[in-house]
């Protein structure tokens, strides 16, 4: 299970960097799933945030599981 937690936080953290990535130069187009989410138009570079913040919060709460 620690494991898991620790895969799904590392995915969630590199998709809201890619987001940021390609929200400032314009890479990472391929990984950036969030600005191929219609619904939420303008908010991307806030989603994004966000993403990077709960994945960094999985990773470091993925330490506290016991194995």
């Known amino acids: 299970m ?4 620790e895969s799904v936080g590392f995915i969630v953290f590199i998709q809201g960097v890619a987001g940021l ?3 400032w130069t314009g890479w990472f187009r ?7 989410l219609e619904f939420l138009g ?3 570079m806030f989603v ?7 994945g960094a919060a999985v990773m470091v709460a993925s330490d ?4």
């Open 2 to 5: 620690k494991k898991l937690c």
């Open 30 to 36: 391929l990984w950036a799933v969030v600005r191929r």
């Open 64 to 67: 506290r599981l016991k194995a």
């Open 21 to 23: 990535l390609h929200e």
């Open 42 to 44: 303008g908010y991307a």
């Open 48 to 54: 994004n945030i966000v993403l990077v913040v709960t």
